[in-house]
């Protein structure tokens, strides 16, 4: 491993998110982003090896500083690389006639019901070749680079039988290793009710425990297990049998809950310990309470809301009444075609009411809790990987607040300039 040292000083805020507290956050702790003014950061090799003021750091490394190779970040806002704990990105084709008819009156269930919507996706995508699929989904991945996005989440789930859905993991594990945004694999053979197995559902829902699960995990495809439990698709209960068979095979649960209707789905994530419930627009009080008791993550996609019209879920309700909060794009075809992570900042203030460092927070980590990954990712301290963006901003209020627009000045991966 390389040891070459890079020395990033003059940041004007140095947002390192290091508040002492491990572990999903909530309440204030969101809020702590370990702020240093007039921050240098130390990187060698791939890693941080400190983070501090320019004073401090140019006292306790002097020795090393002679042979570093300097980047004046100018006055500028330096953070972690942003996470997206929660995307579909790696699809065939697109649906902008979809766009269209929902703005003719069509709703998201509607168009999904009859035939078009998950399954208009799952038909492009079983159509792609390995080699599309990729390529298009690599699109997807420069994209999220170059808006400060340096990991995300992906699920596979527009295959709904089991070789469009290995391909879809066997993509993102290819894309992990050649494209430097890293992908975190989640199966989601429950994403719709294929239409042969309609009526059949208890039937569809055996066949994923049965052969799918343990095609997925003899392969080690993926690391968590996701269900879209709602009315007209899975139940509270078929959700359940799916996270539970998944947990023997190793895979983590995650829910999309209580997206269109209330449906117990905040409760049930609470109840089978998944790592994070999603989308919770329509979430119970008693759905709210139970997660924040469990200390399950709610991972909110205000963008997603925003682009069907609906009210978003209550962020700041849900901050706190103590739910450890993260955001994410959704990335998918259908209800958020957007790899912004910035965007999703600016939208979960506006439209969540949460506060832009709350925001920061939940974009950062809270979202490499909801990927398990906060051992390594989702702040800047030592020994962590050098995952950093550099803003063209001073203020980072003003990542939220000057919103629509691209302000990532440069991203680095792993110590490796990849954007800028
Ligand atoms: O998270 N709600 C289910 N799944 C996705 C949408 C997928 C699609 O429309 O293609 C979501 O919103
Ligand atoms: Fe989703």
Request: some cysteine; glycine content about 8%; proline content about 4%.
């Amino acid at each position: 491993m390389s040891s070459r040292i890079l020395w990033i000083k003059n940041a004007s805020q140095l947002a390192t998110l290091a508040s002492g507290v491990k572990g999903p956050r909530s309440k204030s702790d969101m809020s702590e982003l370990g702020l240093i003014e007039n921050g240098s950061l130390l990187i060698k090799g791939n890693k941080i090896l400190a983070a501090a003021s320019a004073g401090e750091i140019e006292k306790k490394y002097a020795a090393i500083l002679k042979d570093a190779e300097i980047i004046d970040a100018s006055g500028r806002l330096v953070t972690p690389g942003l996470i997206d704990p929660h995307t579909h990105a790696a699809y065939g084709g697109g649906r902008e006639q979809e766009f269209e008819m929902r703005l003719e009156g069509a709703s998201y269930m509607d168009i999904m019901n009859s035939g078009g919507g998950i399954h208009a996706t799952a038909r492009m995508t079983r159509e792609a070749s390995e080699e599309e699929l990729l390529e298009q989904t690599a699109v997807r991945l420069d994209s999220f680079l170059a808006h400060g996005v340096t990991t995300v989440e992906g699920k596979s789930g527009y295959g709904m039988e089991l070789e469009t859905e290995l391909k879809q993991l066997r993509t993102m594990k290819k894309l992990n290793e050649q494209h430097h945004v890293d992908i975190v694999p989640t199966f989601m053979g429950a994403h719709a009710v294929p239409p042969e197995y309609k009526g059949r559902e208890d039937e569809f829902v055996d066949y994923i425990i049965e052969v799918m699960l343990p095609e997925v995990s003899a392969e080690k495809l993926a690391e968590f297990n996701d269900v879209f439990c709602e009315v007209g698709v899975y139940t509270p209960e078929q959700a359940e049998r799916i996270l539970e068979a998944g947990k023997k095979f190793g895979l983590l649960p995650k829910i999309h809950a209580d997206e269109i209707e209330s449906y117990g789905g905040a409760e049930l994530a609470a109840k089978v310990g998944a790592v994070s419930a999603e989308h919770l627009l329509k979430a119970s009080e008693a759905g709210i309470e139970a997660m924040a008791k469990a200390g399950t993550i709610a991972c909110l996609l205000p963008a997603t809301a925003l682009y069907l019209r609906e009210e978003a879920a209550k962020g700041r309700k849900m901050i706190d009444r103590g739910v450890p909060v993260a955001i994410s794009t959704d990335c998918n075809p259908g209800s958020s075609p957007t790899t912004s992570m910035p965007l999703v900042m600016n939208l979960a203030c506006i439209l969540m009411r949460m506060t832009p460092a709350e925001a920061l927070t939940a974009a950062t980590y809270n979202a490499a809790c909801a990927i398990r990954r906060e051992d390594r990712i989702g702040s800047l301290e030592e020994g962590k990987q050098a995952d950093i963006v550099l803003w063209n901003v001073k203020d980072y209020r003003e990542l939220q607040y000057l919103f629509g627009v691209n302000h990532v000045h440069s991203v680095w991966k792993k110590g490796i300039k990849v954007v800028g």
